[in-house]
């Protein structure tokens, strides 16, 4: 079996609760998503999209996503898409790093394998462990009487996971953090992201005034590996590292060097499926826990998290992430749905979606035959 061609889409994300915030004045409304297609020489064909989280969050944007599959998709004509490794070979002989850019790729790969194989993801990933697992939703910064109403808003609708997004400011981070921990009950969790916002100083007297706050976990609160792990020392909160862990070299620095206890696993980030399964694989073997997600996107991100979750073991998630409940467009019929808090891993083989293709128009470009 052979990849006879692979489509690039352009596909835009609205956010549904109007502008999503975060440290450093970073503000989202609109962001460009990638969706790949790959089609083999029988007719069968696999999806996979990546949505970098605008121009200002990880190395990586929409623009630098498709310049490099204008260079990757040429390369993978005439790969066998079935053989993971190969494809995988083939992109990083094509193309050093950029591995969100890879991503789609190797995603729209495992969805058709799946459909070839008869199987769905989640059982070629290891089997499903669980079909349904607990989803968080972000809380978009912003002053801790607005970010409290947002949680309660959510908790109606049955979630009980949050990540608050923290600011600049240290002492208004504690407010904001203290607030809504006093106004959930012992059923929730409570994450505080900075995405990298704090310093090292600041991010001492925050982490001072959370220390005693039930059920709160502390996030990437620094931009470097360094100043997390100093911080490490300052603190008992448990904490999630997530933009420095990009790899197996950096998970295993966070955990040996930083304490780490949690991870989120964006599977962008790190290059598709193939790397996330090492990397989840890794990371309960390490004893972590992980939160399931990725940078941003619809559907398809959402499939692809749905059956990393699913092929879990159930006491290594800490939770998931639904991308395409956090937009307002979807390619799939808003599949898969989540329901009361909880997300549900698709059953049919490949990715278990269903795209249309009529939502999408014509192509950015296209690479091997076009009849």
């Not at 996971?161 to 959930?184: C, H, I, M, W, Y």
Request: glycine fraction near 10%; include cysteine; hydrophobic fraction near 40%.
């Amino acid at each position: 079996m052979k990849i006879r061609r692979i489509d690039v889409y352009h596909f835009d994300l609205t956010y549904t609760h109007g502008v999503y915030i975060m440290s450093g004045g970073r503000e989202i409304t609109v962001l460009p998503s990638t969706l790949v297609r790959v089609l083999s020489d029988d007719g069968q064909e696999g999806w996979g999209e990546v949505c970098p989280l605008g121009t200002t969050y990880l190395p990586g944007h929409a623009g630098g996503a498709r310049a490099a599959l204008e260079l990757l998709a040429p390369a993978l004509i005439g790969v066998d898409p079935t053989n993971l490794a190969a494809v995988n070979d083939r992109m990083d002989a094509t193309l050093m790093g950029h591995e969100y850019a890879k991503s789609p790729i190797d995603v729209a790969c495992w969805d058709l394998t799946g459909k070839i194989w008869g199987a769905s993801v989640a059982e070629m990933l290891g089997g499903v462990r669980q079909e349904r697992f607990p989803l968080y939703f972000a809380v978009p910064l912003g002053s801790p009487e607005a970010m409290s109403e947002y949680v309660q808003a959510r908790r109606a609708e049955g979630i009980h996971r949050f990540q608050l997004k923290l600011g600049n400011d240290p002492v208004l981070n504690g407010l904001r953090s203290r607030q809504v921990v006093a106004e959930t009950g012992a059923e929730d969790i409570v994450v505080g992201d900075a995405n990298c916002g704090l310093r090292l100083n600041d991010a001492i007297i925050a982490a001072r005034a959370m220390e005693d706050l039930p059920r709160f976990y502390l996030e990437q609160p620094c931009p470097t590996m360094e100043e997390c792990i100093e911080l490490r020392k300052h603190t008992t909160l448990p904490m999630v590292y997530d933009e420095v862990v990009h790899d197996v070299q950096t998970l295993l620095r966070a955990v040996h060097e930083g304490g780490a206890g949690a991870f989120n696993l964006k599977v962008s980030k790190v290059g598709g499926l193939t790397k996330a399964k090492l990397m989840r694989d890794l990371g309960q073997e390490l004893g972590l826990q992980i939160t399931v997600e990725d940078t941003w996107g619809g559907d398809v991100v959402s499939a692809a998290s749905a059956h990393i979750a699913a092929s879990t073991k159930a006491q290594s998630l800490l939770s998931v992430s639904f991308m395409n409940d956090w937009v307002n467009e979807h390619v799939a019929g808003y599949q898969p749905r989540s329901q009361n808090g909880f997300g549900h891993v698709p059953t049919t083989p490949g990715l278990g979606i269903e795209i249309d293709r009529g939502a999408l128009g014509k192509p950015l470009f296209t690479a091997g035959n076009q009849d």
